[in-house]
């Protein structure tokens, strides 16, 4: 959702002069939907047909307004005759919605103008009509614009979406983590070492330096379900922490957790959890 609100802004000019307010408001959603349900085109059909009809009841009603399934419905209005008796301004609106399969776009615009007293009666056809023309292009212009970036949001996270889901055996060789201190913790560096292994697994052993030491890493990769599974230990000592992570095809590389067991300043255990990102290293 959005809004934009100006005063003043010179969208009709009127002769003598005049006093405008101009207001935009915009909602966007992304839907869910399944093309291929049977019942499908039908149920779209009926979500359609209220916006159309009310749309349709306007002064001005263009079907296809910004592509399939899109409406523009658009008015304008005269304002007070006798401006001894009251000062109603010359009014417009107009909007936009779009309804389809992944998207739903409403967008509005209104116009009010308040032209000087030497304009008399606030009933002019022309006057009007230049009203009604500009709220029309000014919520198609912003139609456009919003209708355009949010299928290409859509889009990346279709893709994105697409790209997680299709995991891909990662290159085998040297990923790194280098995370320096900040608000999420001292710093600590991250090396892992993929080779093949059996049954199509990639296996990996690799380091981890954090406050409490340097340690051990080692697990294998299951490229069908795309997760590291392994262990972070400390060879002749009792550390066995748990050591896990995704591979993220679209950023080529892994996002990798793990736990290591402390004490408090009282001796009782409690788990801190570590988090990095692995690049491959010969990017």
């Not at 100006?6 to 408001?25: A, D, M």
């Not at 279709?158 to 999420?184: C, I, N």
């Amino acid at each position: 959702k959005g809004s934009y609100d100006v005063e003043n802004g010179g969208i009709v000019s009127i002769p003598g002069g005049t006093s405008e307010t101009f207001g935009l408001r915009w909602d966007v959603g992304f839907r869910v939907e399944d093309p291929s349900r049977p019942s499908f085109a039908d149920d779209l059909k009926r979500e359609q047909k209220p916006i159309k009809e009310r749309m349709a009841g306007r002064q001005e009603f263009v079907e296809g307004a910004i592509g399939p399934h899109s409406w523009l419905g658009a008015e304008g209005a005269r304002g007070s005759v006798d401006l001894n008796s009251s000062g109603d301004p010359y009014m417009s609106g107009a909007e936009v919605v779009l309804l389809d399969s992944c998207l739903s776009l409403a967008v509005s615009a209104g116009l009010a103008s308040f032209p000087s007293a030497a304009h008399g009666p606030r009933d002019k056809p022309a006057v009007i009509e230049a009203m009604r023309a500009a709220a029309k292009e000014k919520a198609l212009a912003a139609a456009k614009v919003i209708h355009e970036s949010a299928t290409a949001a859509l889009l990346e996270t279709v893709a994105l979406m697409k790209s997680r889901a299709s995991v891909k055996t990662p290159t085998p060789g040297t990923y790194e983590a280098q995370s320096p201190a900040d608000h999420f913790g001292p710093e600590r560096s991250m090396t892992l070492n993929l080779k093949a292994g059996v049954d199509g697994k990639l296996e990996f052993e690799g380091e981890v330096k954090i406050p409490e030491g340097i340690f051990k890493v080692k697990g294998t990769f299951d490229p069908k379900e795309g997760y590291l599974d392994g262990r972070l230990f400390s060879p002749g000592t009792s550390v066995n922490e748990f050591f896990s992570g995704e591979y993220l095809q679209y950023r080529r590389g892994f996002l990798v957790q793990h736990s290591f067991t402390r004490k408090d300043d009282e001796g009782n255990p409690f788990i801190s959890g570590y988090r990095y990102f692995c690049r491959f290293a010969g990017r």
